[in-house]
């Protein structure tokens, strides 16, 4: 079965600090990629999705991720990082299982403390 | 398009009694998820649908919880009796191809 790793559970940044959260997925298949942000008491939201092409994508709010093959990993990234960045963000693998169907599989997530 | 629809927000019961929530995808999307957030266990997958048809509730914790999709449109989650361990945000999503859409969540507490 497919999981997901994420290696920071806890990250403080002052605010114009540079970001980069960890995510390594184990399956060796095709895999679709995601990070989701949740902000305080809100749901999930999408950030940013990896399904093929160019693995350097961006997403909202200057987030961008590189999907590195090689290391079965997704990392994201943010060059300056806001007290509105504060969230827990999840990377997620998605597969498609014996059974043909989609099921996506969730990090357990990182929080991020930005100081003013 | 309204999102993922969940109700209730807030659900304050006592221990024993029975709790329903429940869940309207989005129009199309073909997969249904319930999950459960924690402090402590971060998101849990509990079951998924797929066309309606449970694929995989290995993560439901105990027989105390069942859940249901009648249709495209709706699906609930049960737990009889509920316990004050339940207490979490649950969370329902639908997906197509491109990703989840999560709904606002339920909050469960129990007391």
């Known amino acids: 079965a497919q999981s997901v790793s994420q290696h920071n559970h806890h990250v403080i940044l002052s605010e114009a600090a540079s970001l980069e959260l960890g995510c390594n997925y184990s399956?060796?298949?095709?895999?679709?990629l995601f990070w989701y942000v949740q902000y305080p008491g809100q749901h999930l939201q999408l950030l940013l999705k990896y399904f093929s092409g160019d693995p350097l994508v961006k997403g909202i709010k200057g987030f961008e991720a590189e999907f590195i093959k090689s290391k079965f990993s997704f990392n994201l990234r943010k060059p300056s990082v806001q007290w509105s960045d504060t969230a827990e963000y999840f990377c997620a693998v998605n597969v498609r299982n014996s059974g043909g169907y989609q099921k996506v599989t969730f990090g357990i997530g990182t929080k991020l403390q930005v100081i003013p | 398009d309204a999102g993922v629809i969940q109700s209730p927000r807030h659900e304050v019961t006592e221990m024993g009694q029975e709790v329903t929530l429940r869940c309207k995808p989005i129009s199309g999307h073909n997969s249904l998820f319930w999950y459960r957030q924690t402090m402590m266990r971060g998101l849990e997958l509990l079951i998924y649908?797929?066309?309606?048809?449970?694929?995989?509730d290995s993560g439901m914790p105990e027989d105390r919880f069942s859940a249901k999709m009648p249709n495209a449109s709706f699906s609930t989650l049960k737990i009889q009796p509920s316990e004050p361990r339940d207490s979490a945000v649950y969370f329902c999503?639908?997906?197509?191809?491109?990703?989840?859409?999560f709904g606002s969540g339920t909050r469960l507490t129990v007391v």
């Open positions: 999503a639908s997906s197509s191809y491109y990703g989840y859409t």
């Open positions: 399956y060796g298949g095709t895999v679709n």
């Open positions: 649908f797929n066309n309606n048809v449970p694929i995989d």
